[in-house]
């Protein structure tokens, strides 16, 4: 026969387990400094700036 495991128990550990992730993941998130949330915002700025530059052109031009 297998073990006798308390249901409660089981349940507060996986909801512990999934509230730690989630902790985890808010503080990648959100627990950045100042400067490394500007520099992040600079480089995403300057992604968007190098990808519209180098757009072709589709307009249609009326012949």
């Given at each position: 026969?297998?073990?006798v495991?308390?249901?409660r128990l089981?349940?507060?550990a996986r909801d512990k387990a999934a509230k730690e992730e989630r902790a985890a993941?808010?503080?990648a998130k959100y627990g950045r400094a100042k400067g490394d949330k500007a520099r992040d915002k600079?480089?995403?700025q300057q992604a968007e700036r190098a990808?519209?530059?180098?757009r072709l052109d589709d307009?249609?031009?009326d012949e």
């Open positions: 026969m297998g073990t495991v308390n249901l089981a349940r507060k993941e808010n503080r600079a480089e995403r990808v519209d530059g180098a307009e249609t031009t």
